[in-house]
């Protein structure tokens, strides 16, 4: 079963940071390009980063760019998103999700909805003192 598990996320005090872990099991990565996504509550849910396959490109949302930072460890099976300097309005639901690529997308980062192919059920992340 093709599975995307997220986790890493918790309660963090403004200003703090916290690191969310996107692992796959039954597939692998490495011909997906993978993106984060958050909905607030009451909000839409919003693209924020991206990585293409090959890890080589990366794009953040004007919203968390310069804080957060998105990478991918192959030999893990796993994506990250380090999420630095957190602030309230960061506060919601982050999910990953997998679009697939063929070999010569290898620069190929989206973090539109629509592109995506496989989703993980979510992690909470609360930024509040």
């Known amino acids: 079963q093709l599975q995307l598990v997220e986790s890493g996320g918790g309660l963090v005090q403004p200003g703090g940071s916290l690191r969310l872990s996107c692992a796959a099991s039954?597939?692998?990565?490495?011909?997906?390009?993978i993106g984060w996504f958050r909905q607030a509550p009451g909000k839409e849910r919003e693209g924020i980063s991206c990585?293409?396959?090959?890890?080589?490109?990366?794009n953040y949302a004007h919203s968390v760019k310069g804080r957060f930072t998105i990478s991918r460890d192959k030999a893990k099976n796993t994506v990250y998103l380090q999420m630095n300097t957190l602030k309230p309005e960061d506060t919601a639901v982050y999910y990953c999700?997998?679009?697939?690529?063929?070999?010569?997308?290898?620069?190929?980062?989206?973090?539109?909805?629509?592109?995506?192919?496989?989703w993980g059920k979510g992690t909470l992340v609360t930024v509040s003192s």
């Open positions: 999700a997998a679009a697939w690529v063929y070999a010569g997308q290898d620069k190929y980062c989206s973090y539109l909805a629509g592109d995506m192919d496989y």
């Open positions: 039954g597939f692998t990565l490495d011909t997906y390009a």
């Open positions: 990585i293409s396959s090959s890890g080589g490109s990366t």
